[in-house]
């Protein structure tokens, strides 16, 4: 199947420092990736959809000058988690859509640990 | 707005004892439904994915129902293992290449 990257796989980082956070498809091309957070024993909730492109759509309540998307390529999309705080530590983890798979399935990436101090 | 629920949140059987996982969705107009499993710190594992026409998917010990109409499907895993613990997740997808719509999750302990 389809191989969705993500890196880093883990990041600490200070408050009030930024964190960037890469989203790869490997071996297809995807117009659409998607980017979820996952707080401690709770599901995934969408905080955006990022279209090749163009501007990302983000979800009701989710900051979009906090978490910047840019999805230059068809192969890559990342967020940018501004002036961190610790409330914003969190799991996040991108899909994205392979037209070209059946019923035009998403693929999950390994997701990313981040932890703000 | 859609809403799936998950029940129940946690399970535990012994080895051996097949597994019977719930999910239900509040809109009935969807386009699939897909189950996940993830293990603890890690990604998504898709495990069975139904198309809104479909009744059930089956891969190996995983069976996986779907009643539209009634906004239920159930994940069945046959002889469970120790290595079937982990969280099981159920989402679903409204149209072609939109987002999915996920459920809590059921925790899962087979012990041996």
């Known amino acids: 199947g389809a191989v969705v990257s993500q890196h880093p796989s883990w990041v600490i980082c200070k408050s009030g420092t930024s964190v960037k956070i890469e989203c790869r498809s490997l071996?297809?091309?995807?117009?659409?990736m998607f980017w979820y957070r996952q707080f401690p024993k709770q599901s995934l909730m969408l905080m955006a959809t990022?279209?090749?492109?163009?501007?990302?759509?983000?979800e009701q309540g989710v900051e979009k000058d906090k978490f910047l998307i840019n999805h230059a390529s068809l192969t890559l999309s990342t967020l940018t988690v501004t002036s961190a705080h610790p409330e914003d530590s969190s799991f996040y983890i991108c899909?994205?859509?392979?037209?070209?798979?059946?019923?035009?399935?998403?693929?999950f990436g390994p997701g990313t640990r981040l932890t703000v101090l | 707005k859609q809403e799936v629920t998950q029940i129940p949140a946690a399970l535990s059987v012994p080895e051996g004892e097949n597994l019977v996982l719930n999910c239900s969705f509040t809109d009935s107009a969807i386009y699939n439904l897909q189950w996940f499993r993830q293990d603890p710190g890690k990604g998504l594992t898709s495990l069975l994915l139904?198309?809104?026409?479909?009744r059930e998917q089956t891969s190996g010990r995983l069976n996986a129902s779907l009643d539209k109409s009634s906004g239920r499907s159930t994940l069945y895993i046959a002889a469970s293992q120790p290595g079937d613990s982990a969280t099981y997740l159920c989402?679903?997808?409204?149209?072609?290449?939109?987002?999915?719509?996920f459920g809590g999750g059921t925790r899962v302990l087979v012990k041996p």
């Open positions: 899909s994205a859509r392979d037209p070209a798979a059946s019923y035009n399935e998403q693929f």
């Open positions: 989402a679903v997808q409204k149209a072609a290449g939109n987002k999915l719509t």
């Open positions: 071996d297809f091309q995807a117009t659409t």
């Open positions: 139904i198309q809104s026409s479909q």
């Open positions: 990022s279209n090749e492109g163009s501007k990302a759509t983000y």
